[in-house]
């Protein structure tokens, strides 16, 4: 192929991929989706990282991870309380089943999805676990915390970046 019609092609297909994601719902406004797991509590297909308009927490976790077993507790607290709030747990690991078994065992109630390409520890400078970040409506980060976090500290940064619970 040459390098003109090499061009070509890959317009046409970058193109063709984004009339696609846009079929695929809102993926908020930096157009970032993971891919969920179908679990309960959690839809699996494409999940938005960053909905408009939304407070959002994201959760970076792993099932190896000691101190996310216990985070689990604090989290499905937060969502109680919060249920407005696009709570999102992102892990690395591309073992599905082990996602799965870790979310029924501890209960998860909210969605979970999968990013072994490590896009949104790129985007977001997350190089530890567990690591918690909290996004205002306008999708600014008012908060990060590495470590194990109590729900009323995670529910006092929610609050202040406008949740209502």
Not at 76 to 103: G, M, Y
């Amino acid at each position: 192929m040459t390098p003109i019609g090499r061009r070509a092609f890959l317009t046409a297909a970058g193109g063709a991929a984004a009339a696609l994601a846009g079929c695929l719902g809102d993926a908020g406004p930096d157009g970032m989706t993971v891919q969920g797991v179908d679990v309960r509590g959690s839809p699996g297909g494409p999940i938005a990282v960053m909905p408009a308009d939304t407070v959002v927490l994201l959760d970076f976790w792993a099932t190896w991870c000691a101190p996310c077993k216990p985070q689990m507790a604090e989290l499905r607290t937060v969502r109680e309380r919060f249920p407005e709030v696009h709570l999102l747990s992102i892990t690395n690991e591309s073992d599905v089943d082990a996602v799965r078994a870790f979310w029924e065992a501890y209960d998860g109630t909210w969605p979970v999805a999968t990013d072994t390409e490590l896009r949104t520890n790129e985007r977001f400078g997350v190089n530890r676990i567990p690591t918690l970040l909290v996004f205002d409506r306008a999708g600014e980060r008012v908060w990060s915390h590495v470590g194990l976090a109590a729900a009323d500290d995670i529910a006092d940064r929610l609050a202040a970046a406008g949740a209502r619970g």
